[in-house]
């Protein structure tokens, strides 16, 4: 009965109208550098200073990274205000991550060089984390958390791309994964997930929806040229991949970033992988037991496979993708951040950025040109959050090599409904959650799990946002990382909830 919701909540399209976003002013900030900065860009959605607006903490390459205060009221703007710890050079991109359970979200950036772990300390300041965490010279360009049973910290991934160290590289020497497990309250030697496919993206999501996160892992086809394909790394004592027996379908692409969402009312989380070439929208198929993922027909129009403006008809190539409703009319949509890696000559120069809008009959629709968004800078990463707390999800694009693009949702929307968790200590972002917004009879619902990772070199931290189209009200359960469930609630529209353990 849940994919009912697709004709129950997703049939309202009275109110909603065509997404329109427009251009804000935004501090000067550039992504540039060599060739360890053709990948990454990525930028940190957090709120550092607690008035409720999200802040950007945006990777720089070569430049400093920089930290952009959110000073909405109401249009949308920014203001840059970064403090010593946080400038450094080098930077890839960042996660938020509330590590330690307090009042104050903490960053861990990724970098050309030892990543840092930096702890808030309140009003957008942040210090180094005792937390005995020791990184190696590495060129780290993917990242995920999760919390597993009985840990008082979060175990923490990151994706080494190529070994630069390596005389024989770049091409077939990727670097591996590094899974950080605590031990009481500190990290000790890294464990190594082997082999290694040069990651750039990765997700811990508990996909069976049996309380236990397990790794998803993007890998760059350029750099392993060949042997290599996405992973799903089985979180067990001694994590090991999952095989074709048990359902994991082998797949090489050149993996850029990972968005996962519920999209067809099921319960169970689908993805949506970038790449050069087309873009793969890929349901997961409960029946077979395992972590089986089945590509959506081409007639889906998410492939996203070439420039859809200009004279370019070469491959596409993407990067950051984010579900999102950005009409709110019940109905998830895609934003593709996109641009050639540097001088690609087998894809487009000339590479607008993707924005898919989804109809009543499931199919997508690219809208990025009439909505505004087709810059054809090279971006890379991106967050598509709730800038100014309108109830509309607005946009920010990191771009090598030239200025960052901020853009405020204009558009004539639907109901919308903001969820805010707090979880039970330490993670209290209630990190593994599942958040189910129903119809008002309480059976079909839309589904977001709670994760941190994914997208390329970048994530969000904060409030979930979910379109309502022309909804009048709504009931809300979650269900919580050990998969006790709260009562049902009745909820009204165009508002923010919160819900505390």
Not at 184 to 207: I, K
Request: charged content about 20%; hydrophobic content about 35%; glycine content about 12%.
């Amino acid at each position: 009965m849940r994919s009912a919701l697709i004709l129950c909540l997703l049939g309202s399209t009275a109110i909603a109208g065509d997404p329109r976003f427009e251009p804000r002013d935004a501090p000067h900030h550039v992504y540039s550098g060599g060739w360890e900065h053709f990948v990454g860009g990525g930028v940190a959605t957090i709120d550092c200073n607690a008035d409720a607006l999200p802040d950007l903490y945006v990777a720089g390459g070569d430049n400093p990274a920089q930290l952009m205060r959110n000073t909405s009221s109401p249009s949308v703007s920014f203001v840059a205000d970064t403090p010593d710890t946080l400038a450094l050079t080098g930077v890839i991109g960042a996660y938020p991550l509330n590590i330690d359970g307090d009042t104050h979200a903490d960053l861990v950036i990724l970098r050309v060089g030892p990543d840092a772990i930096m702890r808030g300390i309140g009003d957008c300041q942040f210090e180094p984390f005792d937390l005995g965490f020791q990184s190696g010279d590495h060129w780290t360009t993917a990242f995920s958390a999760t919390w597993e049973t009985g840990q008082t910290l979060p175990t923490l991934a990151f994706g080494t791309y190529v070994d630069r160290a390596d005389p024989k590289g770049p091409f077939q020497t990727c670097d591996d994964t590094l899974l950080y497990r605590p031990d009481g309250d500190v990290y000790g030697t890294p464990e190594t997930l082997s082999p290694g496919y040069c990651a750039l993206s990765m997700l811990f999501s508990d996909w069976s929806r049996d309380g236990r996160a397990d790794l998803r892992v993007s890998n760059d086809r350029h750099y392993y040229v060949r042997g290599g394909q996405e992973q799903m790394w089985a979180m067990e004592d001694t994590p090991r991949l999952y095989t074709a027996e048990e359902g994991w379908k082998p797949y090489s692409i050149w993996g850029m970033g990972i968005a996962s969402r519920d999209m067809n009312g099921d319960g169970f989380s689908d993805v949506y992988l970038t790449s050069m070439g087309d873009q793969k929208f890929q349901y997961f198929d409960p029946e077979t037991g395992g972590p089986t993922y089945v590509d959506a027909t081409y007639a889906r129009g998410t492939t996203a496979h070439r420039p859809h403006l200009g004279e370019d008809g070469r491959p596409s190539t993407g990067w950051h993708a984010a579900f999102g409703d950005v009409n709110n009319d019940g109905r998830d949509d895609v934003f593709v951040a996109k641009g050639n890696v540097e001088q690609m000559p087998d894809a487009a120069m000339q590479d607008p950025n993707t924005l898919l809008i989804q109809g009543i009959d499931g199919v997508f629709t690219e809208m990025a040109g009439p909505a505004g968004l087709a810059s054809m800078a090279r971006s890379r990463g991106a967050a598509l959050a709730d800038f100014n707390r309108d109830g509309l999800l607005d946009l920010a694009v990191v771009n090598r090599r030239v200025p960052m693009e901020i853009y405020e949702n204009v558009t004539d929307g639907g109901n919308w409904l903001s969820v805010q968790l707090t979880g039970a200590h330490p993670n209290t972002s209630a990190i593994g959650a599942h958040i189910e917004v129903c119809a008002p009879h309480g059976t079909d619902c839309q589904t977001r799990e709670v994760t941190v990772g994914g997208g390329h070199a970048g994530g969000i931290l904060g409030n979930h946002h979910f379109g309502l189209g022309d909804l009048s009200a709504a009931r809300l359960q979650v269900i919580w990382p050990d998969l006790s469930k709260t009562d049902w609630q009745d909820v009204s529209v165009n508002e923010k909830v919160i819900v505390n353990r």
